[in-house]
């Protein structure tokens, strides 16, 4: 079976036309990488390059667990304005008000129809950036074969993200952790 090669430009063509189906699309592209690891340290590296001011480094800053991820690309919105790029500052705000856009297509945050996350931390970053809401409780549960996080918000009301993928891919990371932890 040949793999077609990913770039990024295949990554962002739900960027060119923002439904639900081109996103799935992207996202599936990125979840069926091997190297996709849905709890990885990416954001941390890049909120410390940002808090060290090392923006150059940041901008260029590129792994398959932040391509979708709203927080990368804000991160990234700061960091190329701190630098005087306002032009690619305001292409990567874009991206990442896309990518908020379509995790609100992919479902309407209940039970039976929770929004899709590629990792844990969109949630966060789509209830802050998109809805501007807060969370005050977070919890798992499983329900028709799939995992669930149940974020309860501030006003008592409740909100859904299926985190199957990510939550299955827990086992494969910590595994290849502890190899690259044995090397």
Not at 12 to 36: A, H, M, W
Not at 163 to 174: K, W
């Amino acid at each position: 079976m040949k793999h077609k090669k990913m770039s990024q430009e295949t990554v962002f063509d739900f960027v060119k036309d923002p439904t639900k189906e081109n996103f799935l699309k992207s996202r599936e592209l990125i979840i069926t990488n091997p190297g996709y690891d849905p709890y990885s340290d990416d954001l941390e590296i890049m909120e410390k390059l940002f808090e060290n001011k090392e923006y150059d480094k940041l901008n260029y800053y590129v792994t398959i667990n932040v391509l979708l991820s709203p927080r990368a690309h804000f991160i990234k919105y700061f960091s190329l304005k701190q630098v005087g790029n306002t032009k690619a500052a305001e292409s990567i705000m874009f991206i990442c008000h896309n990518i908020l856009s379509c995790i609100e297509k992919t479902g309407d945050g209940t039970l039976q129809n929770p929004y899709i996350v590629t990792r844990v931390s969109d949630e966060k970053d789509f209830l802050q950036l998109h809805l501007r809401k807060e969370y005050t409780q977070q919890r798992l549960m499983e329900y028709e074969d799939k995992y669930l996080d149940v974020l309860t918000l501030e006003d008592g009301s409740e909100i859904y993200f299926d985190i199957t993928v990510p939550y299955e891919r827990i086992a494969f990371s910590l595994k290849k952790r502890n190899e690259e932890t044995r090397e």
